[in-house]
């Protein structure tokens, strides 16, 4: 694909990892310094609605534009109202603190999957389950492989996991009663560090690479391709979480890591709607 096509949406942002896509059509940031960006798509502009106090990585939103973020510094989930309050979502449990936070990911139930990466090349990554209200269980220890971002298919079956240090991508069967079943390895990565991911209405899985500045789309037949590729930086910069974005979820978002702006990119087709539970 041309990078021509990819579009800045704003700058001005402080090194932002996390992109989500709410529900009132704004999209939100996460920052450095634990900055909680709202983006309107109209205006192209960013104000910051409040800090969940550390280091942002991921995040995701509820049905009333509540950013539950994965601060490194609290560390655990910290949640952001949009008038700026903040509370402590969850640190995981008493024996298994989650000391790195990564990526969370909603359910259609209001549970939240949220990613714990440990440290690189030591495979303890693990998973945990909050449920509504902040309890926490670890949920699986298996996708090891320093656990990054991580999305559901779109026939909730499956929870995809970037593991980031082998590299690859990873599922996770869900079971009936909401437990961990088999992990499968669905692609391996050679030569780059994957980070983010967003499923596209067809079923295609989009991957980003923290290195190379690449984009990737695997496909429901198998097939891992290229999409898009910047080795000048020019307007991906390490791009980590990927968000469906627009009113017709027509535009893949992306964040990077090492950057200042979101950019953005008509890739052909729309997102799979991601869930946004009240809570």
């Keep these: 694909m041309d990078l021509v096509k990819v579009e800045e949406i704003v700058g001005g942002l402080d090194h932002p990892e996390g992109v989500a896509y709410g529900r009132d059509g704004n999209l939100y940031a996460t920052g450095e310094l634990g900055q909680v960006y709202r983006i309107s798509l109209a205006e192209k502009t960013s104000v910051q609605i409040g800090s969940s106090g550390g280091f942002g990585l991921g995040l995701a939103l509820d049905a009333d534009n509540n950013a539950y973020v994965c ?7 910290v949640k952001v109202t949009p008038s700026g309050e903040t509370s402590l979502y969850s640190q995981g449990t008493a024996d298994e603190p989650l000391n790195v936070p990564n990526y969370p990911v909603f359910d259609a139930k209001g549970n939240l999957y949220v990613s714990h990466s440990g440290g690189w090349g030591e495979k303890n990554g693990r998973i945990y389950l909050i ?17 990054n ?4 298919s779109p026939d909730g079956r499956y929870l995809y996991v970037v593991e980031s240090a082998l590299p690859g991508i990873s599922r996770v069967l869900i079971k009936k009663d909401s437990t961990a079943g088999d992990v499968e390895l669905m692609v391996m990565m050679p030569d780059t560090v994957p980070d983010g991911l967003a499923f596209d209405e067809k079923g295609d899985l989009y991957i980003s690479c923290y290195v190379p500045d690449r984009i990737y789309r695997f496909t429901t037949d198998g097939k891992l391709e290229i999409l898009f590729d910047d080795p000048i930086r020019r307007t991906l910069n390490a791009p980590t979480n990927l ?5 017709k979820l027509d535009r893949l978002a992306i964040a990077s890591l090492c950057g200042w702006s979101l950019a953005w990119v008509d890739v052909g087709v729309k997102g799979y709607p991601v869930h946004y539970p009240k809570l």
Excluded: Q, Y
């Design 71 to 77: 601060d490194l510094g609290a560390p655990g989930v």
């Design 131 to 147: 449920r509504p209200g902040g309890k926490a269980e670890v949920w699986l220890h298996g996708a090891s492989d320093f656990t």
């Design 149 to 152: 971002g991580m999305a559901l």
């Design 243 to 247: 968000a469906f974005a627009g009113p």
